[in-house]
């Protein structure tokens, strides 16, 4: 087994790892909340209630993904201990099994989602308004599902052999395309928000062919048979069991403050649409060194090297605060003029505009979250993050759902004590994460936990 020590002192060695996986990873990230954006921007321009339609089910749609996360991040997770170890034919056994189960669980959401459409809308409290656009666009994007899952599998499998720059490419591409596509339908062709949501459709689609086609040609040179395998899908389901449990309490914090800004009104939803997206765009971006945390973890501990991950999570950390505090700057600066891209209604400028002034407070926290996170997911250890995510959910609810008592009907103050909240929230997941990683119990060694 090779050793994995660098000759220079650590600090330097990790920042070239870390900069090598996280550049390509952040411009990727930064590339896959512009779809939401490019919609955000272009379906403004349509109206408020249509944005606010986009707003609900665009939370609507991320749940679905984000509840199948772990085949981005268990595979990176399975695939750089198995690279670590060097064992890479294992690893891209993995990663198509992986593709496999992404594909069928697309097609079951699909069949699932559509007919409880309205059903979704109306549990988040959208007025009548605001469902209709908001149905639309959900039943439409809902064909895009296999593509994303798909894509979020194929990543995983070339993040975990240290590849980021192929994700990055495929990720600027299918961009690209539908910001084209998305002026296109809606603006040139008249399609309303339906046609936003056929430009996500095609532009994932394309994207999902790419990672085949890579994965295909990686499996074929190492020998690896393209045919599912029983115990390969067993594996990846099991192995996802518990990031399921831990993104379904991030997916319910997310959706409940989406609910509660959807109550306060229909500005109020509008505008927490475009802050959240601001805020995803930001988090995605600080995302970029949890996932390379993932990579470095996974393929350090898969080589046994204990020292090695020790140093390179302390080092990561750092890099998740400043970066975060970069961000806080950044939107402390643009915050007077971020709204003006995504509507000319007033009153949802004043509420972004108040409200990007928590998003900006929460930046260095939640580079820490997010890298602490990484790095404890890229460990293989689901089971706490499971944990601490119900308990963190648990702090949350009551705070989020007493906002619309607490605050006075109509209040500009309402969706500014929302999102304090939500601020509680991110605060206690670094609690929990930072104290886990504080001990051992998380640091095994070995190509499988």
Excluded: K
Excluded at 102 to 119: K, Q, R, T
Excluded at 292 to 313: E, N, P, S, W
């Amino acid at each position: 087994m090779r050793s994995l020590l660098p000759t220079a002192p650590f600090r330097h060695v990790h920042d070239r790892e870390i900069l090598r996986l996280a550049v390509p990873t952040f411009f990727a990230l930064v590339a896959e909340p512009l779809f939401l954006l490019t919609d955000t921007a272009v379906v403004g321009r349509l109206g408020t209630a249509e944005l606010g339609g986009l707003g609900v089910a665009s939370q609507i749609l991320l749940t679905l993904a984000n509840l199948c996360i772990f085949l981005a991040y268990g595979t990176t997770a399975a695939v750089a201990r198995h690279y670590g170890a060097d064992d890479i034919p294992a690893g891209l056994r993995a990663g198509v099994d992986a593709m496999w189960l992404a594909a069928l669980i697309g097609v079951a959401l699909i069949a699932v989602g559509w007919p409880l459409a309205p059903s979704l809308v109306e549990l988040l409290g959208a007025s009548e308004s605001v469902a209709l656009h908001a149905e639309t666009y959900l039943r439409v994007s809902l064909l895009s599902t296999p593509a994303l899952l798909v894509t979020l599998a194929g990543t995983g499998v070339l993040r975990g052999l240290q590849n980021a720059t192929a994700p990055l490419v495929v990720a600027v591409g299918a961009n690209l395309a539908n910001m084209v596509l998305c002026v296109w339908f809606v603006l040139g062709l008249g399609w309303g928000i339906a046609g936003s949501a056929w430009a996500t459709v095609i532009a994932q689609s394309c994207g999902a062919a790419v990672y085949i086609a890579l994965v295909a040609r990686g499996a074929r040179e190492h020998g690896v048979s393209l045919a599912p395998t029983r115990r390969g899908l067993a594996a990846t389901a099991s192995a996802g069991f518990a990031l399921l449990i831990r993104t379904v309490s991030l997916r319910i914090v997310l959706l409940v403050t989406t609910a509660v800004a959807a109550r306060l009104g229909d500005a109020e939803i509008a505008a927490h649409q475009i802050a959240f997206q601001l805020w995803t765009l930001l988090v995605f971006a600080l995302d970029a060194v949890a996932i390379a945390g993932q990579a470095i973890v996974g393929r350090y501990l898969g080589a046994a090297d204990v020292r090695g991950t020790r140093a390179a999570t302390r080092r990561m950390v750092e890099w998740g605060f400043l970066v975060g505090l970069l961000f806080a700057v950044v939107v402390l600066v643009s915050r007077p003029w971020a709204a003006l891209v995504f509507t000319t209604d007033p009153q949802v400028i004043a509420l972004v505009t108040s409200t990007l002034l928590v998003v900006a407070l929460l930046q260095p926290a939640s580079g820490i979250v997010m890298v602490l996170d990484g790095i404890l997911m890229g460990a293989g250890d689901q089971r706490y993050l499971a944990w601490a995510s119900l308990w963190t959910m648990v702090v949350f609810l009551p705070l989020g759902a007493s906002v619309p008592w607490l605050t006075p009907q109509g209040s500009a103050t309402g969706l500014v004590a929302l999102w304090i909240a939500f601020g509680v929230w991110i605060l206690a997941r670094g609690l929990t994460l930072g104290l886990r990683v504080r001990g051992t119990a998380w640091l095994v060694t070995g190509a499988v936990r």
